[in-house]
């Protein structure tokens, strides 16, 4: 990077950008990145790799140069992050789930089995936290490291699932799947790009990076409902 040059053009370049993140990241943020990156830059290419949830190891590495994500646990001496969307918990389920029709409260969310979301550090998720503040615990019957397929295979169970709304809302075109409010409180989710200060200056990183932050400008989201949200946490 030192000798590169302190130019970039998107029209000629032949970088290929490695891009670290989870099935969200790459379902929300990707399509429309790389519809934007095949228009201005023909031939760049992206490298979508599997990102541990909570670790940038790959980032301070040098294996990735950005990560899509959460924020990490752990050192993030020498990187940078940036927020880059707001999202937030919803209860999911199949059409044919007995509470489909009905009001969710936290009794009936509490009767059924549930799907979870873990990732390989087993760090404890928000949803548990919320819970245990209120002194309850629901019955856990899968855990799964897959945001997509675990909403997919909802389909035909009797489980609820609690997952970020967006990808809920993406899966849920075309699936036999219902949404409902949380019946308790959970913070909302921020999701941030992070990347290493030396590529921080870096023509063709930075040009990323915009095209990223463009991406996620592009997005539908309850603005309004998630500033609410955002602003009954920080006053709690």
């Known amino acids: 990077r030192t000798f590169s040059?302190?130019?970039f053009d998107p029209s000629t370049a032949r970088d290929v950008f490695r891009i670290s993140t989870l099935d969200y990241g790459e379902a929300i943020i990707m399509p429309a990145l790389t519809q934007m990156v095949r228009q201005q830059a023909p031939h760049v290419g992206l490298e979508v790799q599997h990102r541990e949830a909570y670790s940038i190891s790959e980032?301070?590495?040098?294996?990735?140069?950005?990560?899509?994500?959460?924020?990490p646990r752990g050192p993030?001496?020498?990187?940078?992050?940036?927020?880059?969307?707001?999202?937030r918990y919803v209860c999911v389920m199949c059409s044919s789930h007995p509470l489909a029709d009905k009001e969710l409260t936290i009794d009936s969310y509490l009767a059924y089995d549930h799907s979870i979301l873990v990732s390989n550090t087993n760090v404890n998720i928000p949803i548990e936290t919320s819970l245990s503040v209120l002194g309850l615990k629901r019955n856990i019957l899968r855990r799964s490291c897959h945001f997509l397929a675990s909403l997919f295979s909802l389909r035909g169970t009797m489980m609820?699932?609690?997952?970020?709304?967006?990808?809920?809302?993406?899966?849920?075109?075309?699936q036999d799947l219902v949404i409902k409010e949380l019946p308790?409180?959970?913070?909302p989710i921020q999701?941030?790009?992070?990347?290493?200060?030396?590529?921080n200056d870096d023509?063709?990183?930075r040009w990323l990076r915009e095209q990223m932050l463009i991406a996620a400008n592009s997005l539908s989201q309850p603005q309004a409902e998630i500033q609410q949200l955002r602003q009954r946490h920080r006053q709690r």
């Open 160 to 174: 609820l699932q609690t997952s970020v709304q967006r990808l809920a809302e993406l899966v849920n075109e075309g």
């Open 59 to 71: 980032i301070l590495s040098g294996e990735a140069d950005i990560a899509i994500g959460v924020m």
């Open 184 to 187: 308790f409180e959970v913070p």
């Open 203 to 205: 023509p063709a990183h």
């Open 191 to 199: 999701v941030y790009l992070t990347w290493h200060m030396r590529n």
């Open 76 to 87: 993030t001496e020498g990187c940078v992050l940036q927020e880059l969307i707001t999202d």
């Open 5 to 7: 040059s302190q130019t």
